[in-house]
């Protein structure tokens, strides 16, 4: 059985970076095919796909947050983490890690986690 | 960037009602290599993360009632609802997955 959680702090200020966890089971990051993509909503809004890691530690970003954005992997491959610098009010949403196999969409979803950026 | 245009922002029907939701994108999502349109839709519920109902445009995912019917190819896309039921009222979204990831501004169907 497939399963995602995400964890988060929760709320953090302004300015500083937001350090998300995804954690899994069911299947192993090594899987050729396999990858872990974060994507974000805010309350009432549309969904932001935000970045991915595959199964050969290759990443991919949204263009346009690219310069905020890290994303890495255990080398257990059973969790996967995201980094955004610089943190501002609009980056208030819920977050969810997925997963998806190779180029096709992302079938299976955590439960997110929200986070709210406020001073 | 690719830009995926919704439509309808909202719709209210009644159960036993079919709906469309349109989904434009502002290129073709058409592989040549493989002829698959790289479109998908997803179905969220309030509180609940999204749910994946139908992939490469127009092939349902396992599980999905065949009321669930999605159509279209290169950059425009249709999601049909037949016979809607009370349990379909929620949020869609299409997804091209052709170039990175882009989500559509999303239809909130509501009973009439």
């Known amino acids: 059985q497939v399963t995602l959680k995400e964890s988060g702090p929760g709320m953090l200020q302004p300015s500083k970076t937001l350090s998300l966890t995804c954690s899994f089971s069911?299947?192993?990051?090594?899987?050729?095919?396999?990858?872990v993509s974060w994507i974000r909503q805010p309350s009432g809004k549309s969904l932001e796909w935000l970045a991915a890691?595959?199964?050969?530690?290759?990443?991919y970003y949204n263009p346009s947050l690219k310069s905020r954005l890290t994303v890495s992997k255990d080398t257990s491959n059973t969790q996967v983490f995201l980094k955004i610098t610089s943190v501002d009010i609009a980056d208030t949403a819920t977050y969810y890690c997925?997963?998806?196999?190779?180029?096709?969409?992302?079938?299976?979803w955590g439960q997110g986690v929200m986070v709210t950026v406020s001073s | 960037d690719i830009v995926m245009t919704q439509s309808p922002f909202s719709l209210a029907v009644s159960e036993g009602e079919m709906v469309t939701i349109n989904c434009k994108s502002s290129q073709s999502l058409l592989s040549s290599g493989n002829q698959k349109n790289y479109l998908a839709w997803y179905q969220q519920k309030p509180g609940q993360s999204p749910k994946l109902l139908i992939y490469y445009a127009s092939t349902r995912q396992s599980g999905v009632p065949d009321r669930f019917i999605g159509s279209g190819s290169g950059t425009d896309f249709t999601l049909t609802i037949s016979d809607v039921q009370a349990e379909d009222l929620a949020d869609y979204y299409c997804?091209?997955?052709?170039?990175?990831?882009?989500f559509g501004g999303g239809t909130k169907l509501e009973l009439k």
């Open positions: 069911g299947f192993s990051l090594s899987t050729s095919g396999m990858v």
């Open positions: 890691i595959d199964w050969d530690g290759d990443k």
């Open positions: 997925a997963r998806r196999w190779y180029y096709g969409p992302e079938v299976y």
């Open positions: 997804l091209q997955h052709y170039s990175y990831r882009t």
